[in-house]
Protein backbone atom coordinates (compact mmCIF):
# COMPACT_ATOMS: atom_id res chain seq x y z
CA UNK A 1 0.00 0.00 0.00
CA UNK A 2 1.53 3.44 -1.34
CA UNK A 3 1.88 6.04 1.87
CA UNK A 4 0.24 9.27 1.09
CA UNK A 5 2.01 12.16 1.77
CA UNK A 6 1.05 14.05 5.31
CA UNK A 7 3.00 17.56 5.05
CA UNK A 8 0.26 20.18 4.86
CA UNK A 9 1.06 24.21 3.76
CA UNK A 10 0.26 27.12 5.41
CA UNK A 11 -1.12 30.31 4.25
CA UNK A 12 -0.98 33.58 6.24
CA UNK A 13 -4.37 34.98 5.98
CA UNK A 14 -3.27 38.41 7.53
CA UNK A 15 -1.43 39.55 11.02
CA UNK A 16 -1.70 36.47 12.56
CA UNK A 17 -4.03 34.55 10.68
CA UNK A 18 -3.67 31.14 9.23
CA UNK A 19 -5.04 28.66 6.91
CA UNK A 20 -3.46 25.18 7.01
CA UNK A 21 -4.00 22.81 3.99
CA UNK A 22 -3.38 19.04 3.66
CA UNK A 23 -4.36 16.92 0.45
CA UNK A 24 -4.42 13.54 1.29
CA UNK A 25 -5.05 10.93 -0.84
CA UNK A 26 -6.09 7.71 1.27
CA UNK A 27 -6.22 4.06 0.10
CA UNK A 28 -9.53 3.64 1.32
CA UNK A 29 -12.94 3.62 0.46
CA UNK A 30 -15.03 7.38 1.25
CA UNK A 31 -17.57 5.70 3.59
CA UNK A 32 -14.67 4.66 6.08
CA UNK A 33 -13.19 7.54 5.66
CA UNK A 34 -16.09 9.64 7.06
CA UNK A 35 -16.77 7.75 9.84
CA UNK A 36 -13.56 8.09 11.26
CA UNK A 37 -13.89 12.07 10.66
CA UNK A 38 -17.47 12.50 11.05
CA UNK A 39 -18.39 10.47 14.05
CA UNK A 40 -18.23 10.37 17.70
CA UNK A 41 -17.09 6.67 17.48
CA UNK A 42 -14.64 7.16 14.49
CA UNK A 43 -13.36 10.40 15.71
CA UNK A 44 -11.11 9.03 19.26
CA UNK A 45 -9.21 6.37 17.06
CA UNK A 46 -7.38 9.18 15.65
CA UNK A 47 -8.05 12.67 16.64
CA UNK A 48 -10.51 13.31 19.98
CA UNK A 49 -13.66 12.29 21.53
CA UNK A 50 -16.63 14.21 20.18
CA UNK A 51 -18.78 14.70 23.28
CA UNK A 52 -21.23 16.37 22.54
CA UNK A 53 -21.66 15.49 18.88
CA UNK A 54 -24.68 16.60 16.70
CA UNK A 55 -24.49 15.76 13.56
CA UNK A 56 -26.15 18.28 11.94
CA UNK A 57 -25.32 22.13 10.41
CA UNK A 58 -25.88 24.05 13.84
CA UNK A 59 -25.19 21.27 16.04
CA UNK A 60 -23.46 21.30 18.85
CA UNK A 61 -19.53 19.72 19.17
CA UNK A 62 -16.63 19.57 21.78
CA UNK A 63 -13.92 17.90 20.53
CA UNK A 64 -11.69 16.35 23.54
CA UNK A 65 -8.38 15.54 22.40
CA UNK A 66 -6.69 12.66 23.58
CA UNK A 67 -3.03 13.29 23.51
CA UNK A 68 -1.19 15.65 26.04
CA UNK A 69 0.70 18.68 25.82
CA UNK A 70 4.06 18.62 27.45
CA UNK A 71 2.73 19.86 31.01
CA UNK A 72 -0.21 17.03 30.36
CA UNK A 73 -2.81 19.12 29.65
CA UNK A 74 -4.85 17.94 26.92
CA UNK A 75 -7.31 20.23 24.84
CA UNK A 76 -11.12 20.56 25.22
CA UNK A 77 -12.71 22.67 22.54
CA UNK A 78 -16.23 23.55 22.52
CA UNK A 79 -18.03 25.08 19.58
CA UNK A 80 -20.35 23.75 16.53
CA UNK A 81 -20.79 22.12 13.52
CA UNK A 82 -20.37 24.82 10.81
CA UNK A 83 -20.97 23.12 7.94
CA UNK A 84 -22.79 19.16 7.16
CA UNK A 85 -22.99 17.22 3.91
CA UNK A 86 -23.47 13.33 4.69
CA UNK A 87 -20.38 11.69 3.63
CA UNK A 88 -19.21 14.86 1.59
CA UNK A 89 -18.17 17.65 3.85
CA UNK A 90 -17.69 18.17 7.89
CA UNK A 91 -16.66 21.71 8.96
CA UNK A 92 -16.42 22.10 13.01
CA UNK A 93 -15.65 25.28 14.22
CA UNK A 94 -14.16 24.92 18.05
CA UNK A 95 -12.45 27.07 20.13
CA UNK A 96 -8.59 27.75 20.22
CA UNK A 97 -8.59 25.34 16.87
CA UNK A 98 -11.35 27.77 14.57
CA UNK A 99 -12.50 25.87 12.10
CA UNK A 100 -11.51 22.52 10.76
CA UNK A 101 -12.95 21.42 7.68
CA UNK A 102 -12.75 17.38 6.14
CA UNK A 103 -14.11 17.42 2.34
CA UNK A 104 -14.14 13.65 0.82
CA UNK A 105 -14.31 13.03 -2.95
CA UNK A 106 -13.72 9.69 -4.17
CA UNK A 107 -10.97 9.39 -5.97
CA UNK A 108 -10.40 8.75 -9.50
CA UNK A 109 -11.23 5.70 -11.19
CA UNK A 110 -8.37 3.63 -11.53
CA UNK A 111 -6.45 4.96 -8.58
CA UNK A 112 -9.67 4.28 -5.53
CA UNK A 113 -10.12 5.46 -2.14
CA UNK A 114 -10.68 8.83 -1.40
CA UNK A 115 -9.67 12.13 -1.72
CA UNK A 116 -9.43 14.09 1.84
CA UNK A 117 -9.06 17.82 1.51
CA UNK A 118 -8.96 19.69 5.37
CA UNK A 119 -8.13 22.68 5.83
CA UNK A 120 -7.81 24.42 9.35
CA UNK A 121 -8.07 28.30 9.85
CA UNK A 122 -7.31 29.99 13.23
CA UNK A 123 -5.86 33.12 14.52
CA UNK A 124 -2.38 32.68 16.46
CA UNK A 125 1.02 33.74 16.24
CA UNK A 126 3.50 31.56 14.32
CA UNK A 127 4.66 29.12 16.97
CA UNK A 128 0.45 28.45 17.34
CA UNK A 129 1.02 27.51 12.91
CA UNK A 130 4.04 25.52 13.48
CA UNK A 131 2.65 23.28 16.63
CA UNK A 132 -0.53 22.92 14.19
CA UNK A 133 1.13 21.88 11.41
CA UNK A 134 3.11 19.20 13.68
CA UNK A 135 -0.25 18.19 15.53
CA UNK A 136 -2.11 17.78 12.46
CA UNK A 137 0.35 16.09 10.47
CA UNK A 138 0.85 13.50 13.30
CA UNK A 139 -2.83 13.18 13.70
CA UNK A 140 -3.15 12.32 10.06
CA UNK A 141 -0.48 9.20 10.84
CA UNK A 142 -3.05 8.30 13.19
CA UNK A 143 -5.93 8.09 10.98
CA UNK A 144 -3.91 6.29 8.55
CA UNK A 145 -3.18 3.62 11.42
CA UNK A 146 -6.99 3.80 12.30
CA UNK A 147 -8.10 2.77 8.96
CA UNK A 148 -6.32 -0.06 9.07
CA UNK A 149 -8.21 -1.01 11.43
CA UNK A 150 -5.57 -0.30 14.40
CA UNK A 151 -6.73 2.56 16.48
CA UNK A 152 -4.68 4.68 18.81
CA UNK A 153 -3.38 3.60 21.89
CA UNK A 154 -3.47 6.79 23.61
CA UNK A 155 -2.08 5.51 26.69
CA UNK A 156 1.02 5.24 24.64
CA UNK A 157 1.69 9.25 23.57
CA UNK A 158 4.51 10.59 23.94
CA UNK A 159 5.49 14.52 22.55
CA UNK A 160 8.75 12.83 20.82
CA UNK A 161 7.54 12.29 17.29
CA UNK A 162 5.58 15.54 17.68
CA UNK A 163 8.71 17.70 18.36
CA UNK A 164 10.45 15.61 15.17
CA UNK A 165 7.45 16.86 13.20
CA UNK A 166 7.25 20.56 14.38
CA UNK A 167 11.17 20.43 14.08
CA UNK A 168 10.67 19.61 10.16
CA UNK A 169 8.01 22.23 9.66
CA UNK A 170 9.98 25.32 11.27
CA UNK A 171 12.88 24.05 9.28
CA UNK A 172 10.98 24.56 6.10
CA UNK A 173 8.82 27.52 6.98
CA UNK A 174 5.81 27.27 4.93
CA UNK A 175 4.93 23.39 5.78
CA UNK A 176 6.05 22.56 2.03
CA UNK A 177 8.18 19.73 1.70
CA UNK A 178 9.39 20.92 -1.56
CA UNK A 179 10.24 24.35 -0.89
CA UNK A 180 13.45 25.77 0.20
CA UNK A 181 13.89 27.13 3.96
CA UNK A 182 12.77 30.28 4.26
CA UNK A 183 15.44 32.95 5.28
Known sequence: MEIPSLYGKSEPRGEDSHLLRYELSLPYPLPEVWMAVATPEGLPTWLAAAEPFDQREGGAITLRW?????????????????AWQPQRLAEYTVEIHGRIRFELEEAPAGVGGTLLHFTNEFTGPDTVRLDCLAGWHHHFEYLLEALAGR???????????????????????????GAPPED
Open 66 to 82: QNTDASGHATVAPGRVT
Open 151 to 177: PADWTGWTLERWRKLRAEYELRGTGDP
